[in-house]
């Protein structure tokens, strides 16, 4: 019998489970599964930071609604992809990490690169296993990509421990779970509902005066824009569609609406369809303020939100259901009377918002350092649906996000739950190498270029053309000196501002020119566009570095959640208006009503 190392082995399983593209940095714990990936014909995007492999096998995960597959070498190696992981864990982004290991026999002796990957992403991970009998990798690596796509989606890891995974060829035949030539196709596991419920779904949907439709990420993993959007319009309900599900049908549909409208329409609303919606803190919970019923159709139990009322619960494939759904309301006839009206309602609210964009967009056109507003307004207008989005810096990216109309699904790949920076750069790596056709644009924060601009190389070096808009704002976090601290930030004293000013308008496209990236600096708002057409035809990977201003405020501040991160201060020693923004309107929330002084 042919005997073969055991990462041969391991790697023959990648292949079964139709790896193509693998991410990580070498190195000796794990270098065997990567050099029989090279010899076997996988592509290896080596980068220079493990968080950014990890971005971008994200990236590449979400746009192939396939496991996304990282390596990374033991101890430093693994660490260093942590808070990936954890992007990833947040976002349900199925994915599956190969770590190399110390060896078994020098565990607690001091062994170099000593850690244990299965305790360090034990509540980040769905589960992470060390092996410790080379017979069993194929066994895990099978087990890895069906629950990495077993809803809730989420990373998986697994650790090889280099002296019992590869020290001996081993007989194929001996391992577990994987004898060559009998690998089975398996089809994501989808399932449908009883039709009963299809139909109680169309009914209620039918029967109401005000329908609308919240739905996620699920209309993207599930494919089912076209489902929802033939169901949407023939019952005539107005929909919301949230994160990866945006743009999957474009959100210039007149039954579409944007995310800064929607508070008004479920007020509204009378029965709301919540689909495939994974609801937290971006949606404040599901405390919405409507008197309407829900219907909650969603792809795992853990979804399901028990706080709304409910009338029907379905935990289903979304698009599957949908398909059910319109299977029962093609042969009942819809009765929409009366829809127009509401329609029209809807409709009125989406104008009026879009106009609202656009004229605040306008005012600050002229703005010099430019203003994320018009920013926003100028990439809105070159989004075409073959364009990917990757929304990295903290302000401009917030922006862009409420003033763009999202074209194709999964157009726009952000941090989510994460809300961490400098991901961009390596998500558009994977969003490229899964879409070589798109234009792929990052708006990407200085901050971000600090933390992860090490891999603007990784992408020169494997001919990978994304554009890095650098919004070049010279702020960690535009505008905090007037929303929290006051002039000059001196309530901290005198040396504080270095801690949230960057140095003043670094020019960062110098930095990446001898690179060999094609760069461009832009001061005036009449160049943005200019300067993303030629950093688009240039083909190659370019940096834009945008003059931005340091003194934006963030939508976010407005809300109560800023407000209280940020009224630690004693009440008079801040400055107006921080003072009244913060002290005079929070401590009433915790001092039963009283007001400050009071
Ligand atoms: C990894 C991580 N560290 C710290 C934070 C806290 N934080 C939130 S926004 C921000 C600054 C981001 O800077 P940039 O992207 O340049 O934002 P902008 O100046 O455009 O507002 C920081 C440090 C975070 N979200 N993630
Ligand atoms: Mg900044």
């Known amino acids: 019998m042919t005997k073969y190392w055991p990462a041969e082995l391991a790697v023959k399983a990648l292949q079964e489970e139709g790896v193509e593209v693998m991410f990580g940095i070498l190195g000796g714990h794990i270098q065997a599964i990567i050099d029989y990936s090279y010899r076997a014909g996988i592509k290896i995007i080596m980068t220079r930071h493990e968080q950014a492999a990890v971005h971008a096998a994200d990236g590449y995960a979400r746009i192939m609604r396939k496991p996304g597959v990282c390596f990374a070498t033991g101890g430093p190696g693994m660490l260093n992809m942590i808070t990936g992981i954890h992007m990833a864990y947040v976002s349900r982004t199925p994915m599956v990490f190969l770590f190399g290991g110390h060896k078994e026999k020098e565990s607690h002796r001091g062994a170099v690169q000593e850690a244990y990957a299965a305790d360090i992403c034990k509540s980040i991970t769905k589960w992470t296993v060390r092996v410790t009998e080379p017979e069993m990798a194929s066994y895990f690596i099978r087990k890895a990509f069906k629950d990495a796509m077993t809803p809730p989606y989420g990373p998986v890891g697994i650790e090889f421990p280099v002296d019992t995974f590869n020290f001996e060829p081993i007989e194929a035949s001996s391992q577990i779970a994987y004898l060559p030539g009998q690998w089975r196709e398996t089809a994501p596991a989808r399932q449908a509902t009883d039709p009963a419920y299809a ?6 949907l039918s029967k109401a005066k005000r329908p609308f439709i919240i739905a996620g990420e699920g209309v993207h993993w599930s494919n089912a824009a076209s489902q929802l959007q033939a169901l949407a319009e023939k019952l005539q309900i107005p929909f919301n569609i949230r994160r990866l599900g945006r743009g999957a049908i474009p959100e210039d549909h007149p039954l579409s609406i944007s995310g800064g409208a929607r508070k008004r329409v479920i007020e509204e609303a009378d029965v709301v369809l919540l689909l495939g919606l994974n609801v937290g803190y971006l949606e404040s919970f599901g405390e919405w303020k409507t008197n309407a019923q829900f219907i909650q159709l969603q792809s795992c139990a853990d979804d399901v939100l028990p706080t709304l009322p409910t009338t029907l619960e379905i935990v289903a494939d979304p698009g599957m259901v949908l398909e059910q759904m319109l299977a029962v309301s093609n042969v009942v006839d819809a009765d929409n009377t009366g829809k ?14 879009l106009q609202r964009m656009t004229e605040e967009a306008v005012k600050v056109s002229q703005d010099a350092p430019i203003h994320p507003r018009w920013l926003s307004k100028v990439v809105s207008d070159i989004i075409t649906p073959d364009m990917t989005l990757v929304f990295d810096s903290f302000t401009a990216s917030t922006f862009l996000g409420e003033h763009l109309l999202a074209k194709q699904g999964a157009q726009v790949l952000d941090a989510g739950l994460s809300a961490a920076f400098g991901h961009g750069i390596g998500m558009a790596i994977g969003a490229k190498l899964a879409r070589p056709n798109d234009r792929v644009l990052v708006m990407m924060g200085d901050a971000g270029v600090g933390l992860g601009g090490g891999d603007i190389e990784t992408a020169v070096r494997y001919d990978i053309p994304v554009v890095y808009l650098v919004y070049n704002d010279s702020a960690l976090a535009a505008g905090l000196e007037q929303y929290a601290y006051g002039e000059n930030f001196r309530v901290l004293g005198s040396e504080a501002y270095k801690g949230f000013r960057l140095t003043q308008d670094v020019r960062y496209d110098q930095m990446f020119a001898p690179l060999g990236c094609h760069v461009e600096h832009v001061e005036s708002p009449a160049d943005i566009a200019p300067a993303l057409e030629r950093a688009f035809a240039s083909g190659k990977t370019a940096v834009i570095n945008l003059i931005a201003t340091r003194h934006s405020q963030h939508p976010l501040y407005e809300s109560a959640t800023a407000r209280e991160m940020f009224w ?10 921080v003072r009244k923004r913060h002290h005079e309107y929070l401590y009433p929330k915790f001092h039963n009503g009283k007001k400050i002084g009071e």
Request: aromatic share 6%.
């Open 568 to 577: 630690h201060l004693p009440a008079d020693e801040v400055e107006e208006p």
């Open 340 to 353: 127009d009206i509401w329609t029209g309602q809807v409709r009125d609210i989406q104008g009026k918002f």
């Open 199 to 204: 139909q109680r779904a169309v009914e209620l």
